[in-house]
Nanobody, 116 residues
Framework: QVQLVESGGGLVQAGGSLRLSCAAS????????LGWYRQAPGKQRELVAR???????NYADSVKGRFTISRDNAKNTVYLQMNSLKPEDTAVYYC??????????WGKGTLVTVSS
């Protein structure tokens, strides 16, 4: 059974930092491309950052220079370090693991609220 469990969300003031974690089980973690997505109230889910199995990364323009995605294959965990947070970063953040076209898993999300 595949599980992706996010943690680390919470309430933070603008300019602050949070680190999200996503612990995976039931998959061969190192094979997977991993991503963080977010969904704000009334908006569609959007990509925040992805990291490939080889370590290559890409980011949404809105978070470049502020957020950093990383992975620890020994711990089956992907992280999202979020610095200089803004109220517009408020959203539920979801972890995603994908391998090819047919293996695609999601966590249940963790809420990040940034107050102004």
């Amino acid at each position: 059974q595949v599980q992706l469990v996010e943690s680390g969300g919470g309430l933070v003031q603008a300019g602050g930092s949070l680190r999200l974690s996503c612990a995976a089980s039931g998959i061969i973690f190192s094979y997977y491309s991993l991503g963080w997505y977010r969904q704000a109230p009334g908006k569609q889910r959007e990509l925040v950052a992805r990291i490939g199995s080889g370590g290559g990364t890409n980011y949404a323009d809105s978070v470049k220079g502020r957020f950093t995605i990383s992975r620890d294959n020994a711990k089956n965990t992907v992280y999202l370090q979020m610095n200089s947070l803004k109220p517009e970063d408020t959203a539920v953040y979801y972890c995603n693991a994908k391998w090819g076209d047919s293996l695609d898993y999601w966590g249940k999300g963790t809420l990040v609220t940034v107050s102004s």
